[in-house]
């Protein structure tokens, strides 16, 4: 099995999502890609309506780690449960580094995630500067030791070095393939990986042929419905 996932982030209305689902059926019939979108909270609830029945499937970009309380804003598990999310997203470079969500905060995450039994993808990746100075293996250690123990049958690994993402510019093929292998290698379960970051059109083949890249978790190019699923066939033909 692959992936190839949609992160919307914060792009999308409720007309778009309906739209947008409602083409992406009549344009892909995938048979060995598990597909995934990842919209707005405002999309979510009905997202259970759209993709009931077909081969999408949905999730969540954030949820906070308390089943309720005081905590204006934010979405707990129990929620998402409730509306029968098939994935969350934690760790994404953009909760890290624009909301400064530390590494024990994202582990309370997972865990409270885990209680729900809502399957994880959870996104690691280096800054430019970490790149440049040699520190990318002991940033995506760092990023992964206090998870890899929990992380379980049903969770999803991404990772999105942060200075590929949204600016069109990627990793070559190599420095992919050696990235994952070792997330793999720290991963004390047999996770599935995928790579995320500047995905599109015009690169989604030479990374499904990448050693080791079990999928993608795409950003901007997954507003694009054609485009998507453009990248949902690559990955698709290349088993």
């Known amino acids: 099995m692959r992936y190839v996932f949609g992160n919307w982030k ?9 739209e947008y689902v409602n083409k992406l059926l009549g344009e892909v019939r995938p048979a060995s890609v598990q597909v995934a979108l990842f919209p707005p909270f405002t999309a979510l609830s009905s997202f259970q309506y759209l993709v009931k029945d077909s081969f999408l499937k949905f999730g969540a970009q954030n949820m906070y780690y308390e089943d309720s309380g005081a905590f204006t804003g934010e979405v707990s598990p129990v929620m998402l449960k409730e509306i029968g999310v098939d994935y969350v997203l934690i760790g994404h470079s953009e909760r890290r580094h624009i909301f400064l969500e530390n590494d024990e905060m994202l582990m309370k995450k997972v865990e409270a995630a885990h209680r729900h039994d809502i399957p994880v993808v959870f996104c690691v990746g280096e800054t430019l ?3 440049r100075t040699g520190a990318t293996k002991d940033v995506l250690k760092r990023q992964l030791i206090l998870v890899q123990d929990i992380l379980s049958t ?4 991404a990772y999105e070095p942060v200075w590929a993402i949204g600016t069109g510019v990627t990793p070559t093929m190599d420095e992919i393939r050696e990235s994952i292998s ?8 047999d996770l599935p990986v995928l790579y995320g970051g500047s995905v599109n059109k015009g690169n989604a083949v030479d990374i499904s042929e990448v050693s080791g890249v079990d999928g993608v978790l795409v950003g901007g190019a997954s507003l694009k419905v054609e485009e998507f ?8 033909q290349n088993i």
């Open 129 to 131: 500067e970490e790149r």
């Open 10 to 18: 914060m792009n999308g209305t409720l007309a778009f999502a309906e």
């Open 182 to 189: 070792w997330v793999k290698e720290l991963l004390k379960a």
């Open 229 to 236: 699923a453009i990248i949902i066939k690559a990955f698709d």
């Open 154 to 157: 049903g969770d999803i690994v």
